[in-house]
């Protein structure tokens, strides 16, 4: 069995998510599909994860990409999380994963919407369902691109008031039309564009998916979809193991195994851990020049792996939430060694968590400054997840 060591995964990371000097690109597209996708629960990580593997990339450029090229999209793909992704992905992700999901978040609604009694049965309810869902795709046809605010405002049905966490502490209330846009886009029908505020913000404005991308996403079958995306993964995330393709993907074991099986990689020994390898991508990949990154939370590099053990050591409790969420990460040579955050004054503050050398301690300084120029005073804010306790402490 080909043994595959920490140095050489730590390696293939640099290289495949470009995150070497020489691996830098000067287009965002270029940069998601080298990743499969950004993470993009939290706006910000979009930009500043596609900035760390571009050599000169501006706001101006991610969102040219994004809504007036329309060469990226935004989606709810694996484990119910947003993903910023090219459209040649878009359609695997769609059948892989965000079937599933939406598939999910209908039953949770149809449930939501007896609670508030919109109809005596169930058959009553899904009709009823089936009505308002054709209701909201016409407002928003005829709007072009609206809110969920404006669209709840169009017709007392998207105005129907839904109990989030019936009898839970943290009990709270929705407008329908905010929910219902969310089923809408995972199975396809509707896309987030431009946001109300900067590109910070999460509030977005929502289209017809065929206004935006006229043809629409390819159709795929959900099996077929599911073993190309596990094709992709091994691509950008092998060598790893069964575990963490499940983990990624918010798979089943079945459909893991399911897919695996389909493409028949070959086992490596990844220091003990049984790990996975595409057939043809089995050369040794020789190490790059040391390298500095200063990525983003949320990033889809750490966040690519359930074992991270390899690139991230004994950090991990303080570099990540309650809920597993990584925070701002710094980077050397393939390995965490650290995170940033921003100050008081909005200056970012790089702690290290070992000793590095001078010359990392350089390297991250001039990544600190190249990120500070493009972020022109922005202060970034921790969303959809909670402060790690490193940016506590460097806030403070």
């Known amino acids: 069995m080909r043994r595959v060591d920490a140095v050489e995964r730590r390696a293939r990371l640099a290289l495949r998510h470009r995150l070497t000097v020489d691996t830098r690109t000067d287009d965002p597209v270029e940069v998601a599909r080298s990743l499969l996708a950004l993470h993009g629960t939290d706006p910000s990580s979009v930009y500043v994860g596609a900035w760390a593997r571009m050599r000169d990339g501006q706001v101006a450029d991610v969102e040219r990409a994004l809504y007036e090229d329309r060469s990226l999209i935004r989606l709810m793909g694996m484990r119910r999380t947003v993903f910023v992704t090219s459209l040649d992905v878009a359609p695997v992700l769609q059948a892989a994963c965000s079937r599933a999901v939406a598939a999910r978040e209908r039953r949770l609604l149809l449930g939501m919407l007896a609670e508030s009694g919109v109809a005596d049965d169930a058959a009553g309810v899904e009709a009823w369902l089936a009505q308002t869902e054709e209701v909201a795709l016409r407002a928003l046809k005829e709007r072009g691109e609206a809110t969920a605010a404006e669209l709840a405002s169009d017709d007392p049905r998207l105005a129907t008031e839904l109990v989030m966490a019936r009898g839970k502490s943290y009990e709270g209330r929705q407008k329908l039309a905010s929910r219902l846009l969310l089923l809408l886009a995972a199975e396809g029908h509707v896309v987030r564009g431009r946001p109300r505020g900067t590109w910070t913000?999460?509030?977005?404005?929502?289209?017809?998916?065929?206004?935006?991308?006229p043809g629409g996403l390819a159709d795929w079958d959900t099996r077929e979809a599911e073993t190309e995306?596990?094709?992709?993964?091994?691509?950008?995330?092998?060598?790893?193991?069964?575990?963490?393709?499940?983990?990624?993907?918010?798979?089943?074991?079945?459909?893991?195994?399911?897919?695996?099986?389909?493409?028949?990689p070959v086992e490596v020994d990844l220091d003990g851990l049984h790990?996975?390898?595409?057939?043809?991508?089995l050369e040794e990949t020789s190490r790059p020049e040391p390298w500095a990154a200063l990525l983003p939370a949320l990033d889809s590099t750490p966040m690519g792996w359930q074992h991270r053990g390899w690139f991230l050591g004994e950090h991990g409790p303080r570099l990540f939430d309650r809920n597993g969420n990584i925070g701002p990460s710094v980077w050397w040579d393939g390995r965490i060694v650290g995170g940033w955050a921003q100050d008081?004054?909005?200056?970012?503050?790089?702690?290290?968590?070992?000793?590095?050398?001078?010359?990392?301690?350089?390297?991250?300084?001039a990544e600190a400054e190249r990120l500070a120029t493009r972020l022109g005073g922005v202060r970034l804010t921790a969303r959809t997840r909670g402060r790690t306790w490193l940016e506590e402490e460097l806030a403070a």
């Open 201 to 213: 913000s999460h509030q977005y404005r929502w289209a017809s998916l065929t206004d935006w991308f």
């Open 275 to 281: 790990g996975l390898l595409l057939p043809d991508d």
């Open 344 to 365: 008081s004054s909005g200056e970012i503050v790089c702690r290290f968590l070992e000793d590095v050398g001078a010359d990392a301690q350089s390297a991250v300084r």
């Open 229 to 264: 995306l596990a094709r992709r993964w091994l691509r950008t995330f092998g060598p790893a193991t069964a575990d963490d393709l499940r983990w990624w993907a918010g798979w089943t074991k079945t459909q893991t195994k399911r897919a695996l099986t389909e493409l028949r």
